[in-house]
Nanobody
Framework: QVVLVESGGGLVQAGDSLRLSCVAS????????MGWFRRPPGKEREFVAI????????YYADSVKGRFTISQDNAKGTLDLQMNSLKPEDTAVYYC???????????????WGQGTQVTVSS
């Protein structure tokens, strides 16, 4: 079991920056990828960014490409999301997620944090 705890959300203005952090504990040695997802108000959860656990490539949703950066520190068990040039449409609950080997190569993640609220005012 992998336990994920997010932090760093808050209320910011459009154009501001915010950094989300996720601390992973438990069976992190059984993780092949980690990622950030978000659920905007009234919408389905959507992909934001993912990164291979062993320093693999990172991938971003088109809507955040060039503005958000995902990074990880395996020694510390942390996953960060640096968000720059925030827009009101980035308002959402942001979730940290981890993928176990049984789901490798798929778009499914099987460990989730509780989420952290990000609100961007115009």
């Amino acid at each position: 079991q992998v336990v994920l705890v997010e932090s760093g959300g808050g209320l910011v203005q459009a154009g501001d920056s915010l950094r989300l952090s996720c601390v992973a504990s438990g069976r992190t040695d059984n993780t092949v990828a980690m990622g950030w997802f978000r659920r905007p108000p009234g919408k389905e959860r959507e992909f934001v960014a993912i990164i291979g656990y062993s320093g693999g490539k990172s991938y971003y949703a088109d809507s955040v490409k060039g503005r958000f950066t995902i990074s990880q520190d395996n020694a510390k068990g942390t996953l960060d999301l640096q968000m720059n040039s925030l827009k009101p449409e980035d308002t959402a609950v942001y979730y940290c997620a981890a993928q176990s080997p049984r789901l490798a190569g798929s778009h499914d993640f099987d460990h989730w944090g509780q989420g952290t609220q990000v609100t961007v005012s115009s």
